[in-house]
């Protein structure tokens, strides 16, 4: 998940009247994103229809959502698709790609299942992410029911790790992609030293609070990104050798760096709700041919596609976490791609950096009564987020180490950990058939041990490397 679409749902803030993506952690029986609680939480109204019950300024049309769910699953991680596929092997990379995408859309509809019964359930127009987990167990079994706003604030955490570590992340490709281009054309800068030059920047690109001011730029980052993956995947395709070239299987001890990388990239499941939430039609969101499959089949293709061609392309040399470092270094073209993927991913950090503000914020400003120290601490709490994801960026510069990282960590447990246990604990009362229990079964331990794997082999790679 990463490029964050501003219009994504609707909240409403004092500071902003702009829509956000995920919102403040809240406590029952506060509405919850997406529109006004039109009923007290009381006893189901099986009658009670939330899809017809969203009150909405600008609801989304069936493409505008698509085009939000693609830039929402398509940045950075894309572009570590062919790092991905030299630790799984070209046949591993190009099953396991498709099928962790199959994996990962299958628990974003359980995820939107789950939402609409609980909207029915308390009669709530419209829930995220966290404030699903928190009524699922909140109605769960009796023995589960304490544990609701844990579940909540769980969810939160991890929403907080991820997006900080997009931001790490971007920190990283930005200072990546413009040492290219500078060591070639004038002198080599370290990246730590670039990292430092963009800190002043970013620092104040994120002192902007209104989403509204940011549109035009996730635009130009858009456009950028496109034009630079098309351009990118045409140097892929020149002069390919043959498959033979390059390993068909991978070693065991790889396979968690490729399930890091590869899960990175498809983590957009903390979206889901709130473009769902936010739509004209949300009836088309789901079904066969509806707007979450036909665009996740797109991005599991271009995943699918880009890992495979970028693998056949450089081989053992794709260990760099972006194809666009492997583009010849005397070609202009080559290098004013490394230009436009640097600022579109800069201009990007801004949406990225919004979800843990809209998370962490909230709780701290209930607490501060004079509206002039408010604007000094949200400016103080932003700038030592952007401070801390620096440090940690200058601490690990290592591209492909930290996206893998990210994806063991935060974006296995948003994307395939929560999604089964929120299943089975919302549809406990209703019988849970053994097909479903083993299917979520498999998939929580798919998730958990790709956590511990995944993060472990990271971090070694990290601390030896």
Known sequence: MECVPPLAAQLDNSDSNVAIPIGPEVSDPTPPVGGKASKAVGTPNSDY??????????????????????????GTGILAMPDAFRN??????????????IICTHCMHMLVSCSHELCIRHQIPALGFAEVADHAFRSGPNRL???????????????????????????????????????????????PWLLLILLIPMILLNWVKNLKYLTPVSLVAALLTGTGIVISFMYMLQGLPRTSSVN????????PLYFGTAIYAFEGIGVVLPLENNMKTPQDFGGLAGVLNTSMVIVACLYTAVGFFGYLKYGDRAVLGSITLYLPQRDLLAQLVRLMMALAIFLSYCLQFYVPMSIIWPPIKRRINDESYQ?????????????????????????????????????????????????????????????????DIFILLFGIFGFIFGTYVSMYNIVTK
């Open 49 to 74: 229809n939330p899809l017809n019950n969203r009150d909405l300024e600008h609801p989304t049309s069936n493409l505008d959502t698509m085009i939000h769910l693609l830039k929402g699953n398509i």
């Open 88 to 101: 799984a092997g070209l046949v591993v990379g190009t099953v396991g790609t498709l099928l962790m995408g």
């Open 145 to 191: 029911r304490n544990l609701a706003s844990y579940a909540r604030k769980i969810v939160n955490t991890f929403l907080v790790i991820t997006q900080l570590g997009f931001c790490c992340v971007y920190f990283v490709f930005v200072a990546a992609n413009l040492h290219e281009v500078i060591k070639h054309y004038y002198m080599s800068i370290s990246v």
């Open 248 to 255: 068909a299987f991978a070693s065991w001890h790889q396979l």
């Open 375 to 439: 604007k000094v601490a949200e400016l103080s709490l932003r700038t030592f987020l952007v401070c801390l994801t620096f440090l940690l960026a200058v601490a690990v510069p290592n591209l492909s180490a930290v996206i893998s990282l990210v994806g063991a960590v935060s974006s296995s447990m948003l994307a395939l950990i929560f999604p089964p246990i929120i299943e089975m604990v919302t549809f406990w009362d209703k019988g849970l058939s053994p097909a479903l229990i083993i299917k």
